[in-house]
């Protein structure tokens, strides 16, 4: 999942979803969809989202999108790079145990040198793709958000499976 936001109230200050597009395990496209905020559009940050005012005139109302979001990734694992952003401008959230966020896996954190690393850096590094020279894609960064957990979803899921499993907690954790 990725999304891509515009800028609502003063100066484009807040965020507010703009597109949001899903990809499955394969990364081929699920759901792509530009939204029409509830708030006014005070900034389209085209430069960066790729976002214009005429690709938003006919969207869908944010309501209706949120809808069918919530309804395509309930009792899913859901894949992306910042997820807690993507769920704060889709006003809903979703079980940490169901997230794979590729900006807190800790063997890809290490590569940001002290910083959560950003997409940009982990596609150049980890899968030698060269993305977001221009404008982001939703459906791109979603992609490689989904390349990034295949790579390393054995060792991922295994670690969370180990930490989720009964019995297994830290012991130095456990109060006595």
Not at 22 to 38: A, C, E, S, W
Request: with cysteine.
């Amino acid at each position: 999942m990725d999304c891509e936001m515009v800028g609502v109230g003063p100066d484009g200050s807040e965020s507010a979803l703009g597109r949001i597009s899903l990809v499955n395990f394969f990364g081929h496209t699920i759901y792509d969809r530009y939204v029409r905020p509830i708030e006014s559009v005070t900034d389209y940050r085209t430069e960066v989202s790729g976002i214009t005012p005429e690709l938003l005139e006919d969207a869908p109302d944010f309501a209706s999108v949120q809808r069918e979001v919530a309804s395509l990734l309930k009792s899913r694992v859901v894949v992306g790079h910042d997820l807690d952003n993507d769920f704060k401008v889709l006003m809903f959230g979703h079980p940490q145990e169901s997230r794979r966020d590729t900006s807190k896996y800790p063997p890809l954190v290490k590569l940001g040198e002290g910083k959560r690393p950003s997409l940009k850096q982990l596609a150049a590094t980890l899968l030698n793709l060269k993305i977001q020279t221009k404008a982001h894609s939703s459906v791109q960064d979603a992609q490689v958000a989904m390349l990034l957990y295949r790579k390393f979803k054995v060792k991922w899921d295994s670690v969370l499976l180990r930490k989720n499993k009964p019995g297994t907690e830290n012991k130095s954790q456990v109060k006595v």
